[in-house]
């Protein structure tokens, strides 16, 4: 099956390439690095989440790394992409060397495919300022794919751009984990827009993620098969054969999040609200209302401002997972489905995470944090109170962020005493002037608190961009 995924993109890429390159185009390069230095148990929070694990979270750190992008143009029929960032960090505890992304890309039409590891933002949440989508933020490092989706949203015919609508499909790979090989991903999402050109507009949507596949001599195997595929794209439970867990539940590990917005455009300010929720129960079924997990979720609010330089863009945002669909999953002989345990699976040692680093919203603690070494995520229940705001003051570009959490560790049928934790940061960065093409950035970021300790370091970086013209 995978073998004929990648036939099939590679020759649907060959043949964007072959539309694509008689046109001019130009391929944008970075050099960077940051330093960053200060005490404490950790670097601060907010100076590594949402990072792409980019940036190593010991307490002195210098990260180098480069980047070369050649991005896909909306307005060509065809066209092709590509992406690379190679990342070196050097650091108290630990010298890394990785590939931060590399992937290919084709356009056709209103369709995108992707081969390879490729940022991406899901959700509509704020894609520059949040603090994390439920099921995906930018905290952790974008693994292989092959994906096909909508290029954006996409006008249904005869509606004059009042009814859009995106979608997407993916395939990937985790790589091996602790008691477990061959982990896969499956990942799709649908998306409606209302308003076109009105100034109120609504969009809803849904997100499904599943891993499954794999070998474990713990936990025996899930083939990889197409009747499997099926079962894991449904929502259904496994075979005959399969484990006892997957025959009582969905086969594999399953997340659901539902995305309701609404954006309002005035003449001078732009504003979103926005809810994502967060489910492990059968997909697609249970919806708004009747989702048994409805205290739980992300609440934002985004301001654009594009006439205010000093403060054009800011973000509120509440994140609840206390509820976990009740304190109990069973009581007395009566299942009543509670103790969710967002991200954690027993069958799947490192949950919702790659490479040590939370997939979905980092407040729900990277398994990099444990100190025993456990590779599993230890704190799922959170309340989370986030301000992050951005703007320009002469020469000078800033960026603040302040985040009050109160962390309640595993699920538990009676709340524990919360670990409460201040992250901040601010954020400054302006051209330079002796060097063309440069950018030169300060910043100072602290943490005060029971759960990350109290950290303060003081952030230096550099970076030099280019273009290349074809």
Known sequence: MQIRYFQTL?????????????????????????????????????????????????????????????????????????????DGNISTTRNRFFPGELYAQGKMYFLNVYAGSKRQVF??????????????????????KLTIESNGFVTIPYTKGFLEVKGGLT????????????????????????????????NYGVQHVAQWGGESDLYGTMPVTWNNYFRIFSGSSGSSTASWSDRENALGNHIISQNLGLDLKFKTALISLYW????????????????????????????????FQPLNHFVFEYLCTTDQNGPWHDLDGVIYGGLDGYYTNGLIPNGWSYKGMTIGNPWLTSPKYNKDGSTSITNNTARLYYFSGKGSIKSVNYRLTLAYSENFGLTAPIYKN????????LETSTAAKFIKNTQISLGISGDRGSMYGNNLALILGVSYSGFWKY
Do not use: C
């Open 276 to 307: 994502q929720s967060i489910a492990e129960d059968s997909p697609v079924v249970k919806l708004i209302t009747n989702t048994p997990t409805i205290e739980d979720g992300l609440w934002g609010m985004t301001v654009k401002l594009p006439g």
């Open 10 to 86: 590679i020759l649907l890429l060959a043949s964007v390439l072959i539309q694509a390159q008689s046109q001019p185009d130009s391929v944008r390069y970075t050099i960077n690095a940051r330093f960053n230095g200060g005490t404490g148990t950790y670097a601060p929070f907010l100076s590594t989440t949402n990072q792409y694990d980019r940036f190593d979270i010991s307490p002195n750190s210098l990260a180098v790394w480069g980047t070369m992008h050649k991005e896909v143009k909306n307005l060509k029929t065809f066209d092709y992409g590509f992406g690379v960032e190679l």
């Open 418 to 425: 919360s670990q409460k934790q201040l992250s901040w940061q």
């Open 123 to 144: 959700g509509n949440q704020d894609e520059e300022l949040s603090s994390g989508g439920m099921l995906w933020s930018q905290n952790s490092r974008a693994m292989p």
């Open 171 to 202: 395939h990937g790979w985790f790589d091996n984990q602790k008691n477990l090989d061959g982990l896969l991903l499956h990942h799709k999402y649908a998306y409606i827009r209302l308003g076109g050109d009105l100034p109120v507009t609504i």
